[in-house]
T-cell receptor, first 116, second 114 residues
Framework: AQKVTQAQTEISVVEKEDVTLDCVYE???????LFWYKQPPSGELVFLIR??????QNEISGRYSWNFQKSTSSFNFTITASQVVDSAVYFC?????????????FGKGTKLSVIP | DAGVTQSPTHLIKTRGQQVTLRCSPK?????VSWYQQALGQGPQFIFQ???????QRGNFPDRFSGHQFPNYSSELNVNALLLGDSALYLC?????????????FGQGTRLTVV
């Protein structure tokens, strides 16, 4: 069985602070995909990043960066110099890599509030 | 290029009724998945359709059924509604291949059962 745990239910930061959202996953598969999605109040899940399990290189995209550590089954997400527009619920998700395996297993999400 | 569109955006139904939700996938996508998101929870996978057939199903009762049309659009049907079916229903579309493709989500349909 697959499981994703986002232990932080809610986080509040002041604008321009850095913030890290934690994600820990469980899977018996040797290959899999990890994702982060952002859900603003409108409800739509916005894709942020996909990471293959065999690629442990960290990634940076503007103010966003992701730290994937297979040894600790973690895929953490850092926002640098947070902005009010970053306020949303963020979900970490896991998917098997085999053909025909399209089910995303989501964590419960972390609600981020950035205070001006 | 239109993204994933869902209709209606909001819906109120009475317990025991039936409901149909609709989804048009992102242009070019051939696979549609449905998710249920209860308040304060992460989305839960209901099922996925490809080539007009259900290919994978999550842990949901048979009251939840679906359909995919030749133009790849999809419907989610829920029979004998329960209060616990109140949730945001999200549709996601993607390519069947390659397998590492990401899913794009619509804005969802907010279903309230009273």
């Amino acid at each position: 069985a697959q499981k994703v745990t986002q232990a932080q239910t809610e986080i509040s930061v002041v604008e321009k602070e850095d913030v890290t959202l934690d994600c820990v996953y469980e899977t018996r598969d040797t290959t899999y995909y990890l994702f982060w999605y952002k859900q603003p109040p409108s409800g739509e899940l916005v894709f942020l990043i996909r990471r293959n399990s065999f690629d442990e290189q960290n990634e940076i995209s503007g103010r966003y960066s992701w730290n994937f550590q297979k040894s600790t089954s973690s895929f953490n997400f850092t926002i640098t110099a947070s902005q009010v527009v970053d306020s949303a619920v963020y979900f970490c998700a896991l998917r098997r890599s085999g053909a025909g395996s399209y089910q995303l297993t989501f964590g419960k999400g972390t609600k981020l509030s950035v205070i001006p | 290029d239109a993204g994933v569109t869902q209709s209606p955006t909001h819906l109120i139904k009475t317990r025991g009724q039936q409901v149909t939700l609709r989804c048009s996938p992102k242009s070019g996508h051939d696979t549609v998945s449905w998710y249920q998101q209860a308040l304060g929870q992460g989305p839960q996978f209901i099922f996925q359709y490809y080539e007009e057939e259900e290919r994978q199903r999550g842990n949901f009762p048979d009251r939840f059924s679906g359909h995919q049309f030749p133009n790849y659009s999809s419907e989610l049907n829920v029979n004998a509604l329960l209060l616990g079916d109140s949730a945001l229903y999200l549709c996601a579309s993607s390519f069947l291949t390659p397998p590492n493709t990401e899913a794009f989500f619509g804005q969802g349909t907010r279903l309230t059962v009273v």
